[in-house]
Every structure is written in C-alpha cells, then in structure tokens.
C-alpha cells in the first residue's frame, strides 16, 4: 500500500532528548517552541505535530507538584546562602524577605517550564498509544538505539 494511510516509521526518541526539549519550553515530540500564548496559557495541542499536551484529567497535578518543588528548593537556597553568607550575625528579615519575594516569584517565573517538563515526564512514564492524535512521522518508539542509553 502506498500513502499516508499505510505511514508506519516511527521516530525514536530518548528520555534525556524529551527532557531536554521540555527544559526548553519545546514540544517534547517535535522540538516546537512558542506554545504559549501568554506566560501561563498553553495552547491545548502542539501547532506541529498535534500533540494533545492535556491528555488525561488531572494531567496538570504532576507539572504544579514540579513547580512547588523548584520553589521550595529556591527559598531553601536562598536560607542556606544568605545566612552563611552573613554568618555570624544573619539578618533574618532581610533573607525572611528575600524568600517571600522568592517564593512568589520562582512558581510564576518556573510555570511554563514546569508544564514543559511534566509534559515530557508524561510522555516517558505514559508512552503515545496507537490512537493518540499525533501527525504522521511524529509517533513515538521509546526503543533507544544502543549507544543512546
């Protein structure tokens, strides 16, 4: 059979090249960036290959859990630097609002990187079923050749 009803090729893609492509702000699938309306709004599907980003309910859970955890982490790093770098006498209310200002503004500055991330978290964790609307030439095999791994 010739055409696209009888496309098979698959495209193999390791962990660590959907991770760094979610790092990015990119589609974990095609490398596409500019999925993002405004900071926070994700467009639903990926202009390129069509890849659903929402592709079970509460898919979002996993992406937020990320960004509260970098922010835990910064306002923990922000503690441990400011206080040793003052050490013996760390003025605790400067470095207590350097870490409000942390806290607010890493998950709002994290947020597009986080639904990048998880997005490619997902897609290792829960592969493409035969079905999931991607474009020809961009389904996905998690058979990474040797050498890759």
């Not at 206080?83 to 409000?100: H, K």
């Amino acid at each position: 059979m010739v055409g696209p009803a009888c496309h098979t090729a698959t495209v193999a893609l390791s962990t660590s090249v959907m991770m760094r492509r979610g790092l990015f702000r990119h589609c974990p699938v095609c490398n596409r960036g500019h999925l993002f309306r405004r900071w926070v709004v994700m467009a639903d599907t990926c202009p390129r290959c069509g890849l659903v980003f929402r592709r079970a309910p509460g898919q979002w859970l996993g992406s937020w859990f990320l960004n509260i955890c970098v922010a835990q982490a910064a306002v923990a790093l922000v503690l441990i630097v400011g206080v040793a770098a003052t050490w013996p006498a760390p003025p605790m209310w400067a470095i207590g609002l350097a870490d409000i200002g942390v806290a607010i503004a890493v998950p709002f500055l994290f947020f597009p990187f986080s639904r990048t991330i998880w997005t490619a978290i997902d897609l290792v964790m829960r592969p493409l079923e035969f079905g999931e609307g991607v474009a020809p030439g961009f389904e996905l095999d998690h058979r990474v050749p040797a050498g890759r791994r």
